[in-house]
Nanobody
C-alpha cells in the first residue's frame, strides 16, 4: 500500500510559479511510475504530467508543455511538479498518483493522494 501526500499548493497571481511535492510512504518508491492530474470544479479529472520509475521518461499534457516540469528524487521518495507561467485556467485540485505502469490515463493509477488546491488569480 502506497500512501501519497501532496503539498505546495496555494494562491498565486497569473504568471507566477508554484512547486508541488508528493511524498510517498513506500520504500520501493523507485519501482513506481508517478503522475500528476488535476480537477477543476465541474470538470473531469485530467492528465497533467507523468514520469517513469527511473525518471528517464516524462510526459505532459499539451496545455502545460513548456510551462510545467515533472521530476522525482527517488532517494527522498518524492515527486515534484514545477509550475511556471501559471494561468487562471490552471486553477484546480492537483493530485499525484502512483502505479507500476506509466500512463496518461487516470484509470491506470492505483494509488492517489488527497490533493492540493492551486488557485491562480487573474
Amino acid at each position: 500500500q502506497v500512501q501519497l501526500v501532496e503539498s505546495g499548493g496555494g494562491l498565486v497571481q497569473a504568471g507566477g510559479s508554484l512547486r508541488l511535492s508528493c511524498a510517498a510512504s513506500e520504500r520501493t518508491f523507485s519501482e513506481y511510475a508517478m503522475g500528476w492530474f488535476r480537477q477543476a470544479p465541474g470538470k473531469e479529472r485530467e492528465f497533467v504530467a507523468a514520469i517513469s520509475f527511473s525518471g528517464g521518461s516524462t510526459y505532459y499534457a499539451d496545455s502545460v508543455k513548456g510551462r510545467f516540469t515533472i521530476s522525482r528524487d527517488n532517494a527522498k521518495n518524492t515527486v515534484y511538479l514545477q509550475m511556471n507561467s501559471l494561468k487562471p485556467e490552471d486553477t484546480a485540485v492537483y493530485y499525484c498518483a502512483a502505479d507500476s505502469i506509466v500512463s496518461t490515463w487516470f484509470h491506470q493509477y492505483t494509488y492517489w493522494g488527497q490533493g492540493t488546491q492551486v488557485t491562480v488569480s487573474s
